[in-house]
Protein backbone atom coordinates (compact mmCIF):
# COMPACT_ATOMS: atom_id res chain seq x y z
CA UNK A 1 0.00 0.00 0.00
CA UNK A 2 1.41 3.42 -0.74
CA UNK A 3 1.42 6.18 1.48
CA UNK A 4 -1.06 8.24 -0.65
CA UNK A 5 -3.44 5.32 0.09
CA UNK A 6 -2.74 5.47 3.70
CA UNK A 7 -3.48 8.79 3.77
CA UNK A 8 -6.71 8.89 1.62
CA UNK A 9 -8.27 5.93 4.16
CA UNK A 10 -8.00 8.70 6.65
CA UNK A 11 -7.73 12.11 5.22
CA UNK A 12 -11.02 13.64 3.31
CA UNK A 13 -9.51 16.47 1.23
CA UNK A 14 -10.95 19.33 -0.82
CA UNK A 15 -10.80 22.38 -2.13
CA UNK A 16 -14.47 22.56 -2.77
CA UNK A 17 -15.83 25.93 -0.84
CA UNK A 18 -19.66 24.32 -0.58
CA UNK A 19 -18.72 21.35 0.48
CA UNK A 20 -16.04 23.09 2.96
CA UNK A 21 -18.69 25.59 4.37
CA UNK A 22 -21.11 22.28 4.87
CA UNK A 23 -18.53 20.69 7.22
CA UNK A 24 -18.05 23.74 9.23
CA UNK A 25 -21.90 24.14 9.16
CA UNK A 26 -22.09 20.91 10.97
CA UNK A 27 -18.92 21.40 13.50
CA UNK A 28 -16.11 19.64 11.74
CA UNK A 29 -13.38 21.41 11.83
CA UNK A 30 -10.01 21.30 9.61
CA UNK A 31 -7.16 19.04 10.60
CA UNK A 32 -4.88 21.30 8.25
CA UNK A 33 -5.57 23.43 5.20
CA UNK A 34 -2.37 23.78 2.83
CA UNK A 35 -1.99 25.67 -0.39
CA UNK A 36 -2.29 23.48 -3.91
CA UNK A 37 0.96 22.28 -5.11
CA UNK A 38 -1.08 23.16 -8.84
CA UNK A 39 -2.44 26.61 -7.82
CA UNK A 40 -0.96 28.83 -5.06
CA UNK A 41 -4.21 30.45 -4.56
CA UNK A 42 -6.22 27.41 -3.91
CA UNK A 43 -6.39 25.65 -0.57
CA UNK A 44 -7.39 22.72 0.12
CA UNK A 45 -8.89 21.69 3.17
CA UNK A 46 -7.74 18.61 4.97
CA UNK A 47 -10.76 16.22 7.34
CA UNK A 48 -10.09 13.70 9.40
CA UNK A 49 -12.23 10.87 8.06
CA UNK A 50 -14.93 9.96 9.98
CA UNK A 51 -18.94 8.18 9.76
CA UNK A 52 -20.49 11.70 9.97
CA UNK A 53 -18.15 13.43 7.38
CA UNK A 54 -19.27 10.73 5.17
CA UNK A 55 -22.94 10.92 6.33
CA UNK A 56 -22.78 14.70 5.53
CA UNK A 57 -21.01 14.12 2.05
CA UNK A 58 -23.27 11.55 1.07
CA UNK A 59 -26.24 13.55 1.65
CA UNK A 60 -24.77 16.94 -0.17
CA UNK A 61 -24.00 14.22 -3.00
CA UNK A 62 -27.61 13.25 -3.34
CA UNK A 63 -28.52 16.19 -2.71
CA UNK A 64 -30.78 15.35 1.05
CA UNK A 65 -28.94 17.77 3.12
CA UNK A 66 -30.84 20.43 4.95
CA UNK A 67 -29.44 23.24 6.42
CA UNK A 68 -30.98 26.26 8.51
CA UNK A 69 -29.93 29.52 6.16
CA UNK A 70 -29.09 31.82 8.90
CA UNK A 71 -26.30 29.57 10.30
CA UNK A 72 -24.72 28.10 7.03
CA UNK A 73 -24.40 32.03 6.18
CA UNK A 74 -22.57 31.75 10.05
CA UNK A 75 -20.36 29.15 8.40
CA UNK A 76 -19.53 30.90 5.17
CA UNK A 77 -18.07 33.95 7.31
CA UNK A 78 -15.95 31.10 8.99
CA UNK A 79 -14.76 29.70 6.09
CA UNK A 80 -13.86 33.22 5.12
CA UNK A 81 -11.84 33.94 8.32
CA UNK A 82 -10.32 30.84 7.97
CA UNK A 83 -8.62 31.60 4.29
CA UNK A 84 -8.04 35.19 5.36
CA UNK A 85 -5.35 33.82 8.81
CA UNK A 86 -4.08 31.07 6.55
CA UNK A 87 -0.54 31.65 5.98
Do not use: C, H, W
Amino acid sequence: MSINNSVAKYEFQTSDMIEIQVLLYFGLEPAAIKADSTDGQRKIFVFKKSEELGEIITRLSDGKLLVEPVRFVGAQKILKQKLKYFV
